[in-house]
């Protein structure tokens, strides 16, 4: 039977694969709304690039459900913290994922140029503001959150939102979106014909190469950041109590896991490997290119648990009451049952995404959607 502190490891791993699952999926459907108003220059374009992404982007939104489903699950202490922390950034991230919807299925009730217009930048907003603020939340985790708990055990957050939006943290924010806009450029050019096709390809070069002068920048950043290190206290088979325990802030201390640990220099290697390699193969062999742009978020996301670890959401106001993967966790029968529920379902949806790719394989062209012989919004 698994171990306590085995199980923490495996559900750290688990809560990592959804985010993971979420940003290769509903990534491409992001970037691919980022890019409409640039990459489609006509109404037939604009419904190429959405019936690229129509049938699938409320199967890959669900990635993300999932995720917060199992974070409540999983670490009730770091959703309790985390909706503290970024409630209004959260209601923001909502409210215009919210618009994604009606401009799918509004757009073409009405053949009013001003109307499509209206829900083509909708949803360029519904993809392009969601992006940024997870990007803002990755660049708040690695400086630290200001968190503040009471007598109750109940955690608030000591800052306000335009705190979040500090210059490292939209740093942040502006290489999701180029990494985000690289992966849809990529799926766009997969899915679609010239002259879309074409201005898809020269998106991927020029998202590409931001997002590794970007991601690398960061990486220098990430250098003089006070990150944080636990001095003692810690029981990785211990309950949850995130107040036992002594922490301490280091320059440059988010660098020391790749230090200990040089297997992990794989995830930012495979990162912009990822990059390189999409950029290479997107105009001759475009379902590689797509398979190596999906490493990009692969190796981000990576990159920045790697660093954090075994952190989830470092306090910089009490560094000793940061949440780790070893102090914030569900009891050991609530992650168990999970665990063997995970061990079945997990493979079953995943079977069922592959397969629902697969038959929805295929580029679409002008003469499809002219015809009505591709799905078109």
Known sequence: MLDYETLKLIWWLLVGALFIGYAITDGFDLGAGILLPFIAKNDIERRMVLSSISPTWEGNQVWLITAGGALFAAWPLVY????????????????????????????????????????????????????LIFGVA??????????????????HFAGSFFLLLNPFALYCGFAAIAMIALHGAVWVALKTTAPVEKRAIKATRVFGLLFIALFIGGGFLVQHLQGFVVIDGLDPQGVANPLLKTVSQKQGAWLENFQTTPGFWAAPVAAISGSLLAMLWVRSHQVLAFVAS????????????????????????????????????SSYRTLLIMFFATVILLPLVTLYTAWVYRVLRGKITPRAIEEGTSVSY
């Not at 970024?86 to 401009?103: D, E, G, H, K």
């Open 80 to 131: 309790a913290a985390s909706f503290s922390a970024f409630y209004l950034a959260m209601i923001l991230v909502l409210f215009t994922l919210l618009f994604r919807p009606p401009a799918f299925d509004f757009r073409n009730k009405l053949a009013d140029q001003r109307w499509r217009f209206f829900w083509d930048w909708a949803m360029f907003v519904a993809c392009l503001v969601p992006t």
């Open 138 to 155: 990755i660049g708040n985790l690695l400086q630290g959150v200001p968190l503040e708990v009471d007598d109750t055990m109940h955690f």
């Open 294 to 329: 999906a490493l990009v978020p692969l190796g981000a996301i990576l990159t920045f648990g790697f660093a954090l670890f075994p952190f989830i959401i470092p306090s910089s106001a009490n560094p000793n009451i940061s949440l780790t993967i070893w102090d914030a966790t």
